[in-house]
């Protein structure tokens, strides 16, 4: 079964509005990344956390991971219509050895202008 | 904008035939990676390489082989294509030493259909 399990599976927003979305996984991670994939494209890097952070920013994202949880949340504030797209967790598990990365399910957010 | 590249972006043909996706990097990576996707759905690995002459298999049981003898070019084939192959191959690639942040960069993917 996949490691990452993402909620909602589908978001709907108003432009400027916050979205966040969440990821839990099952195993201990080397770190856990978020990636975009507009629609019928390839994945696009956003932000990486290592297993010893708690907290990150990026211009508009900030990434937060609990290790004791297993979960991990992404923030987009303000959004933008542009932002709409389908974004992924994955993570580098310890586990499954290393250059491995497992994904999750998926959150499709739309942002409406 | 990251230089690996995935031909062909679109593929329908029939059932039984041979196919080859081609992936190519142009970033010197060493691990390079095949996830297939169905619309809306999650990445599954089907192969995976550490470098050249290195293949495994990934976590999804694939009917599809992959070559790797060389660094940037590591292409899939499925030697007879059934209609439960349809799906969206994508690529990815990822360097090694000092120049690896953690991050995969992927291919535009490739979108099969079998009829």
């Known amino acids: 079964s996949q490691q990452g399990e993402e909620d ?35 994945l696009v890097h956003l932000i990486l956390i290592r297993s010893n952070e708690r907290e990150k920013h990026s211009g508009r994202l900030r990434v937060t991971l ?22 992924f967790c994955a993570t580098e598990s310890t586990t ?18 | 904008e990251a230089d690996i590249y995935q031909t062909p972006r679109y593929l329908v043909i ?20 095949w996830y297939q996707q169905d619309p809306g759905m999650e990445l599954h690995l089907i192969h995976y390489s550490y470098g050249v002459n290195s293949t495994e298999k990934g976590d999804l049981s694939s009917e599809s082989t992959v070559s790797r003898i ?8 499925l030697e007879s294509a059934r209609p439960s192959h349809t799906s969206q191959y994508l690529c990815a690639s990822k360097p090694t030493g000092t120049r690896n942040t953690g991050e995969l960069f992927f291919g535009e993917g490739s979108r099969l259909t079998v009829l």
């Open chain 2, 14 to 33: 029939g059932t039984g035939k041979k196919i080859t996706l081609e992936c190519s990097q142009t970033m010197g990576h060493d691990k390079m990676y």
């Open chain 1, 66 to 87: 609990d290790t004791s949880k297993k979960s991990s949340s992404l923030l987009i504030t303000a959004s933008r219509a542009a932002d709409t797209a389908s974004y």
């Open chain 1, 8 to 42: 909602p599976q589908a978001l709907s927003i108003q432009e400027g509005e916050n979205a966040t979305m969440n990821c839990s996984y099952k195993t201990s991670i080397n770190n856990l990344q978020w990636y975009r994939q507009n629609s019928g494209r390839g």
């Open chain 2, 70 to 77: 060389r660094t940037e070019h590591f292409p899939l084939t």
């Open chain 1, 96 to 113: 499954s050895g290393t250059y491995k990365y497992i994904f999750g399910t998926g959150t499709r957010l739309k942002v409406l202008a």
